[in-house]
C-alpha cells in the first residue's frame, strides 16, 4: 500500500461512518438525543482527521540533521551550519504557501513570521540563549509528503554547549512516533547519541540511524563505519535495526533541485526515503488503521441489523480490497511542484484560458461602457445588434455607472419596444416570440476571439516543447477546444493526464476537508483544502463568468 492508497483507504471509511451516523441519527427530533446519537461517529471522523505521524530528527548539532531534511523535502528551507539551534522546537508541516508560526513562553497566542527571517529566530547565531523565549517554531512547506500526514521535526543537536537543547530534544521522547538518529562519518555515534538512543528505544515505534556526508570518506572508510553503526546499534536496540543508511543530505538536496536521477540515487537519499515512506505507511496501516477499522466494526454493532449487516459488508471489503480502480488506470503525469490553484479574490479561477479570457473582457468593457456612454455611433450599433446576452448584460451593469447606463440603453429599449408593436400590428405575435432575445452579442465575439488566440499559441506552443504542458492548468470546456487543436497523441496524452492528476488530487483535498469538517476540526484545514471545492467546480466547468450556459459558443 503506497501513501495514495493509505489515503484512499481512510476516505472510504469516512463513508461508511457517514452512512452510520446518518442511520444512528435516523429521525431523530430531540437536538440532544440526535447529538448523542451522532457523537459516536463524529469520534471516528475525529480520529481520521487527526492522523499524523510524528517523524522526529535528532542527533549532535552540524549533523547535517536539518540538511536532511532540506534534502528530503526537496527544499532549501530549514536553516543549517556549523552553530548550533537554540533550544527551539522546530516542526514541520504541510502548508499550501510558505510560513513561520511561533509559540511562545507565557503567551497563548501565536506570532507569524517570515521563512527568511528562521535563521534570526531558531540559531545560536540569532537568538543566543534563545533571548526571544520562543518556545516551538512551525513551519509549513508545500512538500508532497508533508501533505500525506507526516509530521517532522527538527531537534536541537545533542551534546552541544548549551545544556538546554539537549534537554529539550530529550523531553520530547513521548512524542515520537518515528526517530531518525543522524550521525556522520567523522565522528560517528558519539556518547551523547548512544545514551539519546536508550532513552527513546523504550517508546519509539522505530528507529532510523542515517551515516551523512559519505561524500567526505572513502568507499574503505565508509564500509567500516557502516559495519561499526551496525553492530553498535544493534547492541543498544537489541538487533531491532536494519543496516544503516549512507547518505549525502546535501548532494541529495542539490540533485533533487537539479532532476539528477543519477546524482540522486548516488547520494543515498532516494534509497533511505523510499525505505522511510515504504515504512511509515506500513505502519499506519497496521498500527492506525487497523485499529480504527476494529473500532469502526464495532461501532456498527449498535446499528439495526440490516444496516450493520450492509456497513459491515462495504468494510471488510475496504479491509480487503484486491484489485482497486485507482491500480487499474492507464498512466500517472507528474504535477512536478505540488499542484495548487490558489482562490484569488480579483480572478478566482485555476484555468489559464479562463483568466486570460476574463482579462480581455474586463479590457473591452472598461473601454466600450464609456463609448457607450458616451458615443451615438456605438449605442446606435448595440441597439441593432440587440444588447448583450443576459450574462455580459450584469457584466457590463456591474462597471458602468447608472448615468451611463441611462444614456447607453434608451436606443435599444426605443428599439425592442417597436419591435413588439410590429409584431402586434402584423399579427406575428406568436410566430415571432423566439426573435424577441436575438442577440449578437460584442462581448461574447471578444470571449471567441480571445478563445482562438489562446488555442493557436498554446497549441503551437505545446508543439515546439511539449513538454510546456506540464505546467498547464485548464478547465475541462478549454481543455476540449484544445485538444481539438492538437494531432499529436502523445502531446495529447500528456494533457490528458495531467488534468486527470490535478482532478485526483483536488478530489483528495475535498475529502480531507470533509473529514475535518465532520470531526469539528476545521483549525486542521490547509488553505489548499479549503480552496478545493471551488476549484473543483472550476476544474469541471470553467469559471462562471466565461462559460456560463448564455455564452453558449456560436456554431
Known amino acids: 500500500m503506497d501513501l495514495k492508497s493509505y489515503e484512499q483507504v481512510k476516505f472510504d471509511m469516512a463513508e461508511i461512518i457517514r452512512s452510520a451516523e446518518l442511520v444512528a441519527s435516523g429521525d431523530e427530533k430531540d437536538p440532544n438525543k440526535k447529538w448523542q446519537a451522532q457523537q459516536p461517529w463524529r469520534e471516528l471522523l475525529t480520529r481520521l482527521a487527526e492522523d499524523r505521524f510524528t517523524v522526529v530528527v535528532a542527533g549532535r548539532f552540524n549533523r547535517g540533521k536539518s540538511s536532511l531534511m532540506n534534502a528530503v523535502l526537496g527544499m532549501d528551507r530549514l536553516p543549517t551550519g556549523v552553530i548550533p539551534l537554540t533550544s527551539v522546537i522546530t516542526y514541520v508541516r504541510y502548508g499550501t504557501s510558505e510560513r513561520v508560526l511561533l509559540d511562545y513562553y507565557g503567551s497563548g497566542l501565536r506570532a507569524e513570521a517570515k521563512l527568511a527571517d528562521l535563521p534570526e529566530l531558531v540559531t545560536e547565531k540569532g537568538n543566543p540563549g534563545n533571548v526571544k523565549r520562543i518556545r516551538a517554531a512551525e513551519i509549513q512547506l508545500p512538500a508532497e509528503i508533508l501533505r500525506r500526514g507526516f509530521f517532522f521535526v527538527d531537534t536541537p543537536g545533542l551534546g552541544s554547549a548549551i545544556f538546554e537543547n539537549s534537554q529539550t530534544t530529550e523531553r520530547f521522547i513521548p512524542e515520537i512516533d518515528v526517530l531518525i538518529l543522524v550521525t556522520s562519518y567523522e565522528s560517528p555515534l558519539t556518547e551523547d547519541e548512544i545514551r539519546f538512543l536508550r532513552q527513546a528505544s523504550p517508546t519509539v515505534r522505530a528507529v532510523f540511524v542515517v551515516v551523512n556526508k559519505h561524500d567526505t570518506a572513502s568507499p574503505e572508510a565508509r564500509e567500516e563505519v557502516l ?182 440603453y434608451p436606443r435599444l429599449l426605443n428599439r425592442m419596444a417597436q419591435s413588439l408593436r410590429a409584431m402586434v400590428g402584423n399579427g406575428s405575435g406568436q410566430t415571432d416570440a423566439h426573435r424577441l432575445m436575438n442577440h449578437s452579442c460584442p462581448a461574447c465575439r471578444v470571449r471567441w476571439d480571445a478563445e482562438d488566440k489562446l488555442v493557436r499559441s498554446i497549441a503551437h506552443k505545446l ?90 459558443r456560436e456554431i
Not at 444496516?307 to 488506470?329: F, S, V, W, Y
Not at 495548487?340 to 489559464?352: F, I, S
Open 227 to 408: 559495519a561499526y553503526v551496525a553492530n553498535t546499534v544493534g547492541g543498544v536496540l537489541d538487533g531491532r535495526i536494519a543496516k544503516p543508511f549512507s547518505v549525502s543530505a546535501r548532494d541529495g538536496l542539490a540533485a533533487k533541485q537539479a532532476n539528477d536521477a543519477e546524482g540522486l540515487q548516488t547520494s543515498g537519499i532516494q534509497a533511505f526515503e523510499e525505505e522511510l515512506v515504504r515504512f511509515l505507511t506500513a505502519e499506519r496501516s497496521r498500527l492506525f488503521l487497523s485499529a480504527t477499522f476494529d473500532r469502526v466494526s464495532s461501532a456498527l454493532a449498535c446499528l439495526p441489523e440490516a444496516d450493520a449487516e450492509r456497513l459491515g459488508a462495504a468494510l471488510k471489503k475496504l479491509q480487503d480490497p484486491g484489485e482497486t480502480d485507482g491500480q487499474a488506470n492507464g498512466g500517472s503525469a507528474v504535477l512536478g511542484p505540488p499542484l495548487r490553484a490558489r482562490m484569488d479574490a480579483r480572478v478566482v479561477t485555476p484555468c489559464e484560458m479562463c483568466r486570460s479570457v476574463l482579462h480581455s473582457l474586463l479590457e473591452f468593457f472598461r473601454q466600450y461602457q464609456y463609448d457607450l456612454a458616451v458615443r451615438p455611433e456605438v449605442q446606435e450599433d448595440l441597439a441593432r445588434r440587440g444588447g448583450f446576452c443576459a450574462l455580459h448584460t450584469w457584466h457590463y451593469e456591474q462597471i458602468a455607472s447608472p448615468r451611463g447606463i441611462c444614456t447607453a
Open 463 to 552: 508543439q515546439q516543447a511539449p513538454a510546456s504542458s506540464d505546467g498547464l492548468s485548464l478547465c475541462v470546456p478549454h481543455l476540449e477546444l484544445l485538444l481539438g487543436q492538437i494531432d499529436d497523441e502523445m502531446i495529447r496524452s500528456r494533457l490528458l493526464l495531467r488534468e486527470a492528476a490535478m482532478m485526483e488530487r483536488t478530489a483528495e483535498d475535498m475529502q480531507r476537508y470533509a473529514i475535518k469538517h465532520d470531526a469539528l476540526r476545521r483549525h486542521l484545514v490547509s488553505q489548499e483544502e479549503n480552496d478545493a471545492p471551488l476549484l473543483g467546480l472550476q476544474l469541471l466547468t470553467g469559471h462562471r463568468s466565461v462559460n456560463a450556459v448564455f455564452t453558449i
